[in-house]
């Protein structure tokens, strides 16, 4: 298919795209509507990479791979961190060829061309003694840190297709406002290759209509995935009147559903009490690890933060986890999640990885083979779009937000009042 083909087949089939209904086939597997999906959705959203305690000390670097670029994470003599492409000023060469490591300067491995931590050209080895090394710096990739967490973004600085980090950071702000994720470090990451493409994992990911029967563990835990369904209108009115005791405690209790803020990067944020008598998210609800942040007490509470659509986090009092989807082919994605502890727990003392891991550990493999089943069958001669029911709200929402995106719809400004929505992100009332 030439790229004009291409285009033309990804434009017509946005136009009859089903509101409601799954997308077509091509979607979730053909390369060249993959690659589209690159160049005009994945470049241009702030991605979620790591987090800063990776990069303790001057001289740490991370790589990052995404959409055909490699990208360097360094911190510098002054404490930043920067990102550069990985790509040598002289002749191309990648400069940092593992995923991480420590250094005092970034020195291509070809013919040994030196830059600083900051990204300056230090020594052109070969050149004359009056090239202009200032002229030639590594180029420099955006990037943010905010709570402890890493962002990069592929785009020009001032495209307009992309949010402006503040809008994101503000957004989420009350989200993450008590639990100080900047004074926590990694305490396990764990990589889930999940042969599927990355929309497929990502609608998985954003309804739990699937969790009852695949999830046996998550739905011992967490109370919601079985008394919802049961009786949604009662649920919902205990969900409100518990938000109402949190609002008169002084705290923020709103829900805030992504697909209603800004379209060229959902974010949003939402808390959900996790079961009467439970702590945190582990097996027996028992404590994890130390009390993060401001928090003197447990709460129970799982806050789950959408800081657009390729990274979210799930926030409990004593640990947080990072959820790092990043598309590598149209039938691959991968799945990463980071478990955050206090900064000065200590593993075997204060937390056992196991048991910190458990939960989204097991439910996280549970979801690789129910998506990589799903490609399986999207792939058959036999699939067509199937409708979405209303739990899977979410999903349907980021389907709709991918077609207007993938299908050049400009993006619209936000509503001014957005309606209220119930956990899924149903509208529940008019405002
Ligand atoms: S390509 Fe990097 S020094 Fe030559
Ligand atoms: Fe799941």
Redesign the pocket.
């Known amino acids: 298919m030439t790229k004009a083909q291409g285009e033309q087949t990804v434009e017509a089939l946005a136009a009859r795209h089903r509101r409601g209904f799954t997308l077509e086939q091509p979607f979730y597997n053909d390369p060249a509507i993959f690659a589209r999906d690159l160049e005009q959705i994945v470049s241009r959203q702030w991605l979620l990479v790591d987090h800063a305690s990776r990069l303790g000390k001057a001289g740490d670097w991370v790589t990052f791979a995404v959409a055909g670029e490699s990208i360097v994470l360094v911190r510098g003599r002054d404490g930043e961190i920067r990102g550069f492409f990985n790509v040598?000023r002289?002749?191309?060469?990648r400069?940092c060829l593992t995923e991480e490591g420590n250094s005092r300067t970034l020195t291509?491995p070809?013919?040994?061309?030196v830059w600083n931590l900051e990204g300056q050209l230090q020594l052109a080895?070969g050149m004359a003694a009056d090239f202009d090394r200032d002229a030639w710096p590594l180029h420099a990739c955006q990037v943010r840190v905010w709570h402890g967490l890493i962002f990069v973004n592929l785009a020009a600085e001032g495209d307009p297709e992309v949010l402006p980090f503040e809008t994101l950071a503000a957004d989420c702000e009350p989200y993450l406002a008590r639990e100080d994720l900047g004074r926590t470090r990694i305490a396990a990451r764990i990589a889930y290759p999940t042969h599927a493409n990355w929309k497929l994992v990502l609608e998985n990911f954003q309804e739990c209509h699937h969790c009852a029967p695949s999830h046996p563990e998550y739905t011992a835990v967490h109370s919601y995935v079985t008394e919802e369904p049961r009786d949604p209108a009662g649920w919902w009115e205990r969900h409100q009147s518990w938000q109402g005791a949190r609002r008169a405690a002084g705290l923020h209790a709103e829900i805030a559903a992504p697909y209603d803020a800004d379209p060229r990067q959902p974010h949003g944020g939402w808390y959900a009490p996790i079961r009467p008598g439970i702590d945190t998210l582990s097996r027996d609800g028992k404590p994890l690890a130390p009390l993060l942040g401001s928090h003197t007490a447990f709460d129970g509470v799982d806050t789950g933060i959408c800081l657009g659509q390729f990274g979210f986090a799930h926030v409990c009092n004593d640990h947080a986890v990072l959820f790092r989807f990043t598309p590598r082919r149209v039938d691959l994605t991968d799945v990463e999640l980071i478990w955050l502890v206090h900064e000065d727990a200590v593993e075997g003392r204060d937390y056992d990885r196991d048991r910190l891991t458990w939960l989204w550990d097991i439910t996280t493999i549970e979801d690789t083979k129910i998506i990589n089943d799903n490609q399986a069958g999207v792939n058959s001669s036999r699939y067509a779009p199937g409708p979405y029911v209303p739990a899977e709200a979410y999903a349907q929402a980021f389907i709709d937000w991918y077609v207007d995106r993938i299908g050049g719809q400009p993006p619209q400004a936000r509503a001014a009042t957005p309606p209220a929505r119930d956990f899924r992100g149903n509208v529940v009332a008019a405002e």
């Open positions: 040598c002289h002749r191309g060469s400069i291509c070809y013919h040994a061309w080895r």
